[in-house]
Each structure stands twice: as C-alpha cells, then as structure tokens.
C-alpha cells in the first residue's frame, strides 16, 4: 500500500529550482494518485514552457523512487492560469516589492573607484559565501558594460525565463542572478547612455521576480558614473562596500567613490582591501604587490571598518573564469569570505540598530 500522505510531502517538501521555494509553499502539487504501486503525481508549472520543467519531473521520480509500496512514478505536468500565476507571484513569492519599506531584503551595493581592482570577483566570491552559510541570496549584475557576473557563474549565453512580464532569475551555487549579460549578444557593446541606464536599473529591480532575498547583492560599473548615482537614488537604503586595492587607495580614486556616496548620503559600510598580497602557488610567500596598509587608511579616513583583506591567488582568478568562485572549492579563501560576510552582516545589523530601522 502506497501511503499518499507521506508521497505529497515528499513532492511537497522539494523547492523548485527557479523560485527556491519548496513546490508546497507554491502550490504546485495538483494531486498524487496511486493505482496499485504506480503512483502519480500531477504538479501545476508556473509555465509549460519552463526551461526546468524536464529537471522538476526528474527532482519529483528520484524523491520517491525506494519509497515504501511506490513502483512506478508517473509525472503529469499543467500549467497555472495567469489569475493563479498572478496570486503566486505577488503573493507567496514576492509578498512585498523589494525597495518597498515593509521589504526584509538588505541592499549591498559594491563599488570602485575605477575598473580591475576585483569588484565582481569579490562580490560573486560574497554572493556565494553568503548563500553558503544559509542566507538567501539575490545578485544584481549593474555593471552593465563590463559584465562578468555571468561568466562568474557559468551563466553566460542563457536566458532567463520571461513569464507574464516578469522576469525568473537565473539560479547558479544557490543564489539568484541577473545580469546585462544575458540580455544582449555576446561581444555586442552596449551603448546605453544617461537615462536609460537609470530605466535598465528599475526594472532589473521591478520586473525580477526576486522573491524576499536576505540580501541583494549589486554589482556597480566602476567609478562614480551615472549608474552609481541611479543606485544612490533608486536605493537610498543600501548599504555601500567599497573595494579597493592597496595601490588604488594610493591613488586616490577609491575615495572619491566613497565622497560621492557621502554626498548622495548612501550608507557606507565599509571597505575591502583586495589584491593584499599575492600568494605564490608554487611555494605559498606571501609578497605585498601593491603595498600596503592602504585598505586601512582608506577605513580609518572614512571611519568605517576595513573588512576585509583578499589576497591575489591563482584559485581566485581560475574560479573567476571557470564560473565557480574560488570561496567554494578553497578552503582558504572559503575562510577569508566567511571573515567578510560574517564581519559585514553584524556591521550591517549594527548600522541599522543604531539608525533605529532595524526590524524593518
Ligand atoms: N584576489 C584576486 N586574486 C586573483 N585574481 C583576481 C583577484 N581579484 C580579481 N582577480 C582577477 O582580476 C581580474 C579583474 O577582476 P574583476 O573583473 O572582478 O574586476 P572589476 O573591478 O569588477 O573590474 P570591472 O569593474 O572593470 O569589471 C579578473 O581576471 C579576476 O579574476
């Protein structure tokens, strides 16, 4: 005897790999029906032409396959109607708009004073480490003419799933991904100027289906153009982390970032020292490349933490284009961007405590 409580909780409890809820939460189980000890399990997609829908079906045979009395697992896929769509979307999934002030999503705007110094690196490295230690996680790719977000994460070339125009983000190592990347030809430059980056912003934030994350990660284009200050006014809440390198700060440019962010009265939380010293992979010396105790200064002129200290390594870099950050396969690097997001989430917590906001 097949027991179809227990199967409906099995189905139940798996979450469906785009929307990172567990098919219950969504609705999705239509019915389970046993005929001797071939079962089957009717399961209502959000769309028919969801890309996952082959990855579901197999998620659902492989949950009950061993399962006492359950021999055969048939699998019937239908559809929501756009009313249902409509009810899941604005409610289980996205219960409030993720600028909206009732939101629990923190914003975490990572920015440079000018391009190379390793801003997408260490925020794909974050995105990852914070997803790891159990948070949900959003990534907003805005450095919409040199994206490598999607590369970061072996994304390049797909497509995201366009449903009653809203927009699914792509999922890669548990966290949610949206970048200018997927949206345009590889290799075609994007001319986008003034307010149309502004427009692209609004609706990488209004038309993603981002669900609640903990935190949204965003990735700003280098230097203080337009797109950072769309951010300062389209965010007013996020909070600003700063990377840099020891040689950069020498140079000034990375504070001036952080002058214009004080000027557009965004929160600064603080600074990330990257490229600190290179590790040698053949025999592990550390060598201070680009100086050093620049991140420090840059903290301490700021009155902000310096949270972190990345070193140049060749996992770093191999990771980066392999499209798995080295925080997941390095157990070393692991450790230094666990040091930084547990060092930015109470920093974060501490900030909000203080300006009274907390538990918005
Ligand atoms: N700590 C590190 N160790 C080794 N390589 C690194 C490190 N940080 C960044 N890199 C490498 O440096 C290059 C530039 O990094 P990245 O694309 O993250 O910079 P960026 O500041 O985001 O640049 P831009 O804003 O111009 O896109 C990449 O090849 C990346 O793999």
Known sequence: MVDLEA????????????????????????????????????????????PLQGQIEGMV?????????????VVQLSEM????????????????????PESRTQIIAVASGKGGVGKSTVTANLAVTLARMGYEVGLLDADIYGFSIPRMFLLSGRQPTAIDNKILPMVAHDVKVISMGNFVEEGT?????????????????????????DYLLVDLPPGTGDMALDVARLMPKAGLVIVTTPQTVASGVASRAAHMARKSEQRLVGIVENMSTFICPHCGEAT???????????????????????PMTLSIRQGGDAGKPAALTDPVIGEVFED????????MQGQEARSGTAGR
């Open 7 to 50: 199967v409906r909780k099995a189905v139940g409890g798996l979450r469906d790999p785009e929307l990172r809820r567990t098919l219950e939460d969504l609705h999705m189980v239509e019915g389970v029906e046993a005929d001797g000890d071939r079962v089957t399990v009717k399961v209502k997609l959000t769309t028919k032409s969801c």
């Open 340 to 347: 930084l997001a547990r060092k930015l989430v109470t920093e």
């Open 288 to 310: 201070a490349f680009f100086g050093e105790g620049g991140g420090e200064f840059l903290a301490k002129q700021l009155a902000v933490p310096l949270l972190a200290q990345i």
């Open 61 to 73: 045979k492989e949950r009950l396959a061993g399962m006492p009395g359950v021999g055969q697992v």
């Open 189 to 213: 430059p994007v001319i986008w100027r003034g307010p149309m980056l502004g427009k692209i912003l609004n609706q990488f934030v209004g038309d993603v289906l981002w669900g609640e994350p």
């Open 81 to 100: 109607d756009p009313q249902e769509r409509a009810n899941l979307f604005n409610g289980t999934v996205q219960k409030a708009p993720i600028l909206a």
